[in-house]
Structures are given as C-alpha cells and as structure tokens.
C-alpha cells in the first residue's frame, strides 16, 4: 500500500506527523506498507504551524500511483498566510486531492484538513467531520457533518482534531493489515485508542 503524507507550509505538525509514525510502526509490524512525506510541487524543507522545519522526501506521486494520500490541516482558524486557509485559496492541494480520489485512491484528513477535500468536492453528499472549531465551515457546505472523532466512508476518511490523527491512522492500519498489527503499534507509542469510528457501510451492512 504506497502512502503519501501531504506536507505544504503551515501545516500543523502532529497532523502529519502523527499518522507518519503509526504507519512506519506498522511497516516496522509486518504492514504492506510504503509512506512518505511528501511535498506538493517540490521535496524539500516544509515550515509547520508551530515552526517546526520538516523535510518532504519526494513529491506527491502521479495519480494513478497512489493507494492513500493524507492531508493535513493547520492555520485555518486564524486564516494564516501559510496553513489550510491558504491551500484552500490556492487551490492546488484541493485539485490534487480531487485527481487522486478521481484515479481511485483513498483520501483522508486530518484536522482542518478536511476543508481541503471538502473544496476537492469529495465530501459532497458524504459524511466527514473536521477541527470542532471548524464545524461550522463545514456545515457550509455539501458535506453531511458528523461530530465524531473519526469517519471512515470507505474511499474518503476524515478525522477531527490533531490528536485524532492518530486514531484515524490507526483505523486504516486495521482495516488494511489487521486488529493485531494495530495493536502493537498501539502499543509501540503507548497509545490508548479510541474505538469510535463512524462507519455509515459498515452499519448500514450490519446483521
């Protein structure tokens, strides 16, 4: 499963970070997995919300090439000059998101992240959730907003928070290589999980 992490400047750290690290444990566990962070134009040094300066190993593979692409968030609240407001100005990271989803991967937010996608129109009609201090964005558009910590409609994932990252990358290390890999990784970051993701399929195909 070849998995790339988006980074662009202002993205908030343990957005991207946070997943990162659960898949590369997992890779480290058994998981068939490839993941890196990745820049959208050009590789190189990315400056994150809180300073942090992290450098994208390659650029964001062709569509086509690509199972999961995971997007953080960052800088939408307070409409920073660098962060998710910004990306969703440009418009660049949304027509990405829009083409690999479109050439059959997977994508997933993290935080205000999720306003990308919504921008990419792949939230449209589905359920998906974002920072709580960003509902309301949300609810602005095509979306059906759930107040949840993770939502997995299948092809497209969302999570709220930053902290809830991790669930969200822990979810799709389940749902891709099994409880047991997911686990130990869990317990690799001593982390508790929060078993709450909204799974609208899944229920809906419940006995």
């Known amino acids: 499963m070849n998995i790339d992490v988006l980074l662009y400047e202002g993205f908030d750290e343990l957005d991207a970070v946070g997943p990162f690290e659960v898949f590369r444990n997992a ?3 058994g998981a068939d ?3 890196r962070l990745v820049g959208l ?3 190189g040094l990315v400056t994150a919300s809180h300073g942090m300066r992290v450098e994208a190993e390659s650029v964001l ?3 086509g090439d ?3 692409l995971v997007v953080p968030g960052g800088g ?3 409409r920073s000059e660098a962060g998710a407001w910004a990306e969703y100005e440009r418009g660049a990271v949304s027509e990405a998101v829009a083409a ?3 050439a059959g991967a997977t994508v997933a937010s993290v935080c205000t992240g999720g306003m990308l996608l919504s921008k990419a129109g792949v939230f449209d009609g589905r359920p998906a959730v974002t920072h709580a201090s960003a509902l309301d964005d949300l609810r602005d558009t095509d979306a059906d907003v759930r107040e949840e910590r993770v939502v997995d409609d299948g092809d497209v994932l969302s999570a709220g928070g930053v902290t809830s990252g991790i669930d969200l990358a822990l979810h799709i290390v389940e749902r891709e290589a099994g409880a047991e890999v997911a686990e130990s990784v869990a317990t690799t970051m001593e982390y508790t999980r929060q078993h709450d ?3 609208p399929g899944a229920i809906a195909g419940a006995e």
């Open 100 to 102: 690999h989803h479109d």
């Open 61 to 63: 593979a062709d569509p």
């Open 27 to 29: 890779e480290a566990a």
């Open 41 to 43: 134009d050009d590789a």
């Open 197 to 199: 993701a909204y799974e």
């Open 76 to 78: 939408w609240n307070d």
């Open 66 to 68: 690509l199972d999961l």
């Open 33 to 35: 997995f490839r993941t």
